[in-house]
């Protein structure tokens, strides 16, 4: 970090501060000026906070020169991670993962059904629920286990990894048996003791932005995943929360461009939570792809109508191939392949 004194600081309020960077294991390197005094200083911060420095007598401002995520950071790697996910599936290469399927499982028949469906319009990995997040506690709460087995039923019949929510630390050991990929729901990025848990899962791990958190706070829950070991985090954009009430929540696009400047994991987009309404999920999933999204994961419905969740915003199987087809064009003009 950079010390920078205020204007004519005191030789003791320097000094002072420098003791203190030394005391805490930091090499200092200060340039002393004619008014200003700036002092670099070298160590790990683990040990001393900016804010206790920016406390102390003649210091006007701390500046970081670390991110304060570093193993999701470029810094540290400067390569784009890619993600084994099993069954030959990579997520960051240059082959785009398409993870497709319903909002929840309802049942056997319906899971299996759209599964081939999905697979036969060019998906790769399927996605479905089985533990709901869902902000009414009197909506469909999912089938549960009985969801993960129907789950892992269809992954094996089509011969495609399957990514599924969890949303409680006491079921992490239950959905990494069933699961190829586990997601970290919107509502649960900052449920650090949750993160941490699936750090430990040794399964990758699907982490959506939550509704309202910065780009920083997003990575530093990546963080919290990769320090306990796992680094086999893929990132999603799923909208955020703003004023605006056309869609269900703003798709940030920008993301996409962002986390490739500052990161190395993967980052796919969700044009279906973000928008809320299939209408708009082909433009925006378009719009992803075009912006150097690795991947899309996208809600499909045999019969939204009947849906037990997110009916509106889910595509019929046959719009999504119709999708996967356009999609595939704009995948070849940024240099990836699709179907
Ligand atoms: C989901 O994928 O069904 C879901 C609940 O997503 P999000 O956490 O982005 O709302
Ligand atoms: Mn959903």
């Known amino acids: 970090m950079i010390i920078i004194m205020k204007d004519n600081a005191s030789a003791k309020e320097i000094e002072a501060v420098e003791k203190t960077l030394e005391d805490f294991g930091f090499q200092t390197h200060p340039i002393y000026g004619?008014?200003?005094?700036?002092?670099?200083?070298?160590?790990?911060k683990r040990q001393l906070s900016m804010n206790q420095i920016l406390l102390m007598s003649g210091v006007e401002n701390v500046v970081p020169i670390m991110k304060p995520y570093k193993l999701a950071s470029k810094e540290l790697q400067k390569e784009q991670s890619v993600i084994d996910v099993g069954r030959g599936v990579k997520v960051g290469g240059s082959k785009l993962a398409v993870f497709a399927g319903p909002c929840a499982i309802e049942s056997q028949e319906q899971f299996t059904t759209i599964a081939r469906q999905v697979k036969d319009a060019g998906a790769n990995i399927l996605r479905g629920g089985a533990f709901k997040p869902r902000t009414s506690p009197y909506s469909f709460q999912g089938l549960e286990s009985e969801g993960l087995e129907i789950m892992y039923n269809s992954g094996k019949e089509c011969d495609m990894p399957i990514c599924t929510e969890v949303v409680?630390?006491?079921?992490?050991?239950?959905?990494?048996?069933?699961?190829?990929i586990l997601q970290i729901g919107a509502r649960n990025m900052q449920n650090f003791k949750l993160l941490r848990e699936v750090g430990k899962c040794g399964k990758p791990i699907l982490l959506k932005r939550g509704l309202a958190c910065t780009m920083e706070e997003w990575l530093m829950s990546a963080e919290y995943i990769m320090s306990e070991g796992n680094e086999n985090v893929i990132l999603c954009e799923r909208g955020i929360r703003t004023y605006e009430t056309a869609t269900r929540n703003t798709f940030d696009i920008s993301a996409i461009p962002v986390s490739k400047e500052l990161s190395h994991l993967p980052i796919i987009a969700d044009p279906s939570h973000a928008t809320g309404t299939y209408k708009y999920v082909p433009s925006v999933a378009k719009g992803a792809v075009a912006a150097g999204a690795d991947g899309l994961m996208i809600e499909v419905h045999n019969c939204p109508e009947k849906a037990a969740s997110d009916g509106p915003q889910s595509l019929k199987p046959e719009k999504f191939a119709a999708l996967m087809k356009e999609l595939d064009v704009i995948a070849k003009a940024v240099g990836k392949t699709l179907l």
């Open 168 to 180: 409680d630390t006491r079921d992490v050991e239950l959905v990494a048996k069933y699961s190829d």
């Open 34 to 44: 004619e008014k200003k005094t700036v002092i670099g200083a070298i160590g790990d």
